[in-house]
């Protein structure tokens, strides 16, 4: 039963934080969003670029045995944090890794973790993320950061944006 209604509920928080990551990166870059606008077919692959830049899942596992990473002594039952979105900064694998590229190929991003902790629910949560961009254009005009809005904070076991004040005319 705990694993039905970890699937049932897992994309909620995930899917929610790359919306958020999403709409403050087009908040703060007028020129991608004015490209999605006016070009949808771009979307999907802004989806995954963003996936990349703002990985929301921090993974955390149990040591088994004691080992030595360097020079840094892990016991074994120690937690661990993996944040994928290290990861995927590492410029030996993504030409320009703080540039957000929509057009990027080859984006092999580990924003749904890998191995056997692979995302059951990453096709579903991309889905969910290129429907919630076009659907946010068909309703929202240019939006921006509202000034005089508190900063935007972040944080959470799925590490997201807290707070983001978005204004439209």
Not at 164 to 169: A, G, N, P, T
Request: net charge negative; charged share 25%; aromatic share 8%.
């Amino acid at each position: 039963m705990q694993f039905a209604g970890q699937f049932a509920i897992a994309g909620l928080d995930t899917v929610a934080a790359a919306i958020g990551f999403g709409l403050l990166h087009l908040a703060r870059h007028p020129e991608d969003q004015k490209r999605l606008r006016d070009k949808p077919s771009v979307i999907p692959g802004a989806v995954e670029e963003m996936l990349r830049a703002f990985s929301t899942v921090q993974m955390i596992r149990k040591t088994t045995k004691d080992t030595e990473l360097c020079v840094v002594k892990i016991k074994a039952g120690d937690l661990v944090c993996c944040p994928s979105m290290v990861a995927n900064r590492d410029p030996e694998e993504y030409p320009d890794p703080d540039q957000i590229d929509f057009d990027r190929n080859a984006n092999r991003h580990m924003a749904f973790a890998y191995g056997v902790h692979r995302c059951l629910g990453s096709h579903l949560a991309r889905r969910e993320l290129v429907t919630a961009l076009e659907e946010w254009y068909k309703c929202i005009p240019a939006f921006r950061i509202k000034e005089g809005s508190p900063p935007v904070t972040y944080g959470g076991f799925v590490f997201g944006v807290d707070s983001l004040h978005l204004v439209w005319d």
